[in-house]
């Protein structure tokens, strides 16, 4: 689709060159935001904080998130990125002095860098646990293990800092080769096994759970909404979690889609993007909880929640070696194609802004990655006690990302793509087939969308109640 570049993916070429690069064809750009969407967020995260948050009523309110605000915040980010044609700092820029308006707009743009960053920063050490359970499971080390044996596997995990940084420098060098390479048809052909094997796998894990006893009160945990059981803490989470989970605000889809070709429908691949991400969710939530019941676990165990309820499964189910070693696998390469569309941003902020080769800027955000990562291994063990407001590094590097930037980030993008560009912009680039769905999306992100997000705010700042 686009003239000059023949091969899939963005280039690789060291060099930033004149005529920006651009996907190759549509089906390139869904599956890097396929992707970078469906990750740890939704296999890890989903299942662990709708424990914490009591289930039903959590997933509810997700899920209206993702329609009402994931949906259409995507739309515009691709839409903003694609009309920046810029890395998301001064892509925003140049939007906002086309428009007339105030350079503080670039903000969006420097929050959405700093927020990839600080997520990438905790995603290469959750990432490395799932690397690390691929030669567990592999060894048989499952087989025929209870609840509390393998919860002490996992507990000695992460206690042991060296381990955890080998694995994450692991994730991280395969980041930053893949980010240096560009991704021509490596990323195409790893996420085009991915998602299938992730959703036959997944799928295999929910048939097991059926077979569980307990599987329809790990349904009823997951859809039997109970708002008693809704904290104001809860909606904010919920919210986060949409952005998180469709790589929102972070710089990830915004640099993405300033690699798409014009003549791409933003629409249709943002609803394609949001179906995938949210159908792995549910799946995994379905697979998790009734085994959760089943082995008398608690819901709300926290972020240890997969890697002890899967592994009592693939210990306990023919196969469950295979399964485990693939499931584990799978879940690795999901991490590493989300934590590449993490780093991309930052790669292009320092190419454009600094004219830095790709080695440089990758050696350089790389470095400042692994110390970071490194301040996450050791709030883990050595340094839990370590912690500012109650939080430990790794905790607060979570908090300020999915319950502050994103949503902020979320908030700014919709005024600024609602209120402050001209109205034909953003109808131009998102080229909506009716006027009637353009409107409707205007509304949305005028109205509804900001609306929306401060009254969260407001809620967890304990300015209104509900
Ligand atoms: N969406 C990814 C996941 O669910 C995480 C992510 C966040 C990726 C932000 C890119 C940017 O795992």
Redesign the pocket.
Known sequence: MSDNYSSAGYSGSTKSSPTRVQWSTRMAFILAAVG???????IW?FPYITGEHGGGAFVLVYLGCILIIGIPVMMAEIALGRRGRHNPAQGIATLAREAGAHPFWKIIGVMALLC?FM?LMF?TVVAGWAFAYVPKAASGSFVGENGDTIGSMFGGMLADPIALTIWMTVVLGLTMGIVLRGLHGGLEKAINLLMPGLLILLLILVGYAMTSGHFMEGVSFLFKADFSKMTGTGFLVALGHAF????LA?G?IMTYGSYLPENVSIGKTTMIIAIMDTVVALAAGLAIFPLVFANGLEPGAGPGLIFVTLPIAFGQMPFGSTFGTLFFLLLAVA?LT?AI??LEPTISWLTEKFKMTRFKACMLAGSLLWLGGLGVVVSLNIGSEWTLFGKTFFDMLDYLTSSWLMPLGGLLMAIFSGWILKKTVMQDELGLSSTIMHQLWLFTMRYITPLAIIIVFLNVLGIVNF
Request: glycine residues 14%.
């Open positions: 970078s969407a469906v990750g740890l967020g939704n995260k990839g997520i995603y998180f989970t469709l790589s972070s990830a991490a989300s569309s993490m």
